[in-house]
């Protein structure tokens, strides 16, 4: 167990009333961060402010009930939202509506066929790059509440008086955050900071920016609407390319994130209930008006760590949001922007994995390479890229490093044939190295290549036996083969009439025995 889930806890908890204040608390407390993400993110992708708040509802209320991980918050994000913004400039919201349905459908079908499970696949360093990656995303999307329209109609940077009143209201809401659990876990800590820099803004009457002056978020519940766009082939091609790239970079960040948090409560959360989840919270939106979402790693840490635990805070959370837009928008858009950066950057803190700064000269270089450029690709392009390109590193490394394992040492066995006893996985990498191990000039007439320490993993492997097989023929001799693990047997058998050697059969098949070699010091094919 990590020491944040010693923290932490576990998230199996009895619903006691005091559980139940807990977990509503924290709901309300994300659904007030939700609010200017979601509306920021409406921007980015060039839609109306509900389009953004519509999804968060639907995506943050249906994971919550169906998702694979209690405790986890979903919404509209920053990462969907730059792969959608071409599509509305080019052909305007309603293809982004049908793209959104289209995309919760290619996420169904992912979840029916179980290919969640492959997010196990993704080796820990670039667990680490994307949970740095999205910690300075969220970092540097915070700065854009540090600009103001100037005479132009543009944006500028604060400056003056108006500065120096915004990092001190972020200052103070961090330090509610810091020191509150310290004195008492009662209360939501994020809650608290906001509640005490809104009373403290409106009290002494403040000239600070609030969500108000974001957008408004005013409106009615959400209307059942079938995207307006032609059902034709020319559509499908328009749409399809979106659609897969937003479901992948949706599952892609969903899953790590609910892996994130498992981690953090030292639970198991389900991959493919989670992909169920997010294909049917997608197409709920995308016919309700909604941009569609994913998993959101900041809110889903601010909900974990204000101490919920089950599905209560996400239901509750998704609740609150659409109270804000039907009936509590003149309040909720008082709110200081100030006050919801600094539970924003409090998120920062946590969610940098700061332990990786420590392990960096400790870890393989290739790892700390990987985790590197993860982090780099997921701030300048995307998730989805950056996972890629960090398993792809992965794979190759691993692929490298296994193909200089293959060795051998030579023995004699009692009917006096030349053994060579291989060690060390026998595929694509390491085919070369194989080859260099054997000598059918200088062998004698029978020879023996023992498996019992390797295994052949793929095609390669067997073209290099066969042309070993070849050169032992071309010299009159006879290759044999023992202790073939059932996979290699398999191989063999759907290879045919390719390679063309003696099988041996061992009564004692797969279990290391002394059939009377006499082994030489070890032959290295490096």
Known sequence: ????????????????????????????????????????????????????????????????????????????????????????????????????????????????????????????????????????????????????????????????????????????????????????????????????????????????????????????????????????????????????????????????????????TNTKGGASKECLAQGTANVVTGFFGGMGGCAMIGQSMINVKSGARTRISGIAAALFLLSFIVVASPLIEQIPVAALVGVMFMVVIGTFAWTSLKIMHKIPATDAIVMVIVTGVTVYADLAVAVVVGVIISALAYAWNAAKRIDARIGTSKEGWKVYRLSGPLFFGSTTGFADLFDPANDPDDVVIDFIDSRVVDHSGLEAIDAVASKYEAAGKRLHLRHLSPDCQKLLQKAGNLVEVSVLEDPDYGVAVDYGQKFEPQISAR
């Open 1 to 264: 167990m990590t020491a944040r889930a010693e923290a932490l806890g576990p998230v199996s908890s009895p619903l006691t009333p005091s559980r139940v204040k807990t977990e509503v608390l924290a709901g309300l407390t994300v659904a007030l961060a939700l609010v200017p993400e979601a509306v920021a993110f409406a921007f980015v992708a060039g839609v109306n402010p509900l389009v953004g708040l519509y999804a968060a509802f639907f995506v943050g209320l249906i994971t919550a009930c169906i998702g694979g991980r209690p405790g986890m918050i979903s919404g509209a994000t920053g990462a969907l939202a730059v792969v959608m913004v071409s599509l509305v400039a080019q052909h305007g919201v309603e293809y982004l509506f049908a793209t959104v349905v289209l995309m919760g459908i290619l996420q169904l079908g992912v979840g029916v066929l179980r290919w969640g499970k492959f997010i196990r696949m993704v080796p820990h360093p670039v667990m680490l790059g994307f949970v740095n990656g999205l910690a300075i995303v969220i970092f540097l999307a915070q700065l854009g509440q540090f600009k103001v329209p100037d005479e132009t109609g543009g944006l500028t940077w604060m400056t003056g008086s108006q500065l120096y009143l915004m990092l001190g209201l972020i200052a103070l809401t961090m330090a509610v955050i810091w020191i509150l659990p310290k004195v008492t876990t009662a209360f939501p800590a994020p809650l608290a900071g906001i509640l005490i820099v809104s009373a403290l803004v409106l009290g002494f009457n403040l000239d600070a920016r609030s969500v108000g002056d974001l957008a408004s978020i005013s409106g009615g519940l959400p209307q059942f609407h079938v995207p307006m766009v032609p059902l034709t082939f020319e559509t499908l091609t328009i749409i399809l390319p979106y659609a897969v790239i937003l479901a992948a970079i949706g599952l892609i960040e969903s899953l790590l994130t609910l892996n994130l948090v498992a981690d953090m």
